[in-house]
Structures are given as C-alpha cells and as structure tokens.
C-alpha cells in the first residue's frame, strides 16, 4: 500500500510540474518582427535541406546559413 501511494504522489508532482512547465513556455513567447519572421522560417528550411542525400544541396544550406546567421548579427 505504501508502493501505491508513493507513484500516486509522484504522478501528481509530475502533472504540476507539467503545467508550471507550459506556463513558463508561454511567457518566453515573444513576437517576431516580419523580418525575424522570414529569417526564421528561411533557416528551418536551410536546415531541412542540410539534411538532403544531394552533397551539393547540403553543402549550399549549410553556407546559406551561415551567410544568414553572420549578417543577421552583426
């Protein structure tokens, strides 16, 4: 009986600790300018394509990003 209570009381912490967990993500939620917006979904897809059997389609990507990543800080 002792076993039992003790997995309940951890499903419990585990439930709470899940929605602290999601409250959290919500607030480090800022919004994008269109321009971070676009710079964003570019470097998604950059790193979609690094992934491609193609070496040269690869290897572009990878130079893509780097171009996007070095001119957006500085």
């Known amino acids: 009986m002792g076993e039992k209570a ?3 009381k951890k499903k419990d912490g585990a439930e ?3 929605k602290a967990a999601d ?3 919500e607030q480090k939620e800022v919004e994008l ?3 971070d917006m676009a710079l964003k979904e570019n470097l ?3 790193v979609v394509r690094s ?3 193609k ?3 690869a290897k572009l990507a990878m130079e893509t990003m780097r171009s996007e990543i070095k001119s957006a800080t500085r």
């Open 6 to 8: 003790a997995e309940e």
């Open 16 to 18: 709470k600790g899940g």
């Open 23 to 25: 409250k959290k993500d």
């Open 33 to 35: 300018s269109e321009e």
């Open 44 to 46: 998604e897809l950059m």
């Open 51 to 53: 992934a491609d059997p």
């Open 55 to 57: 070496a040269g389609v």
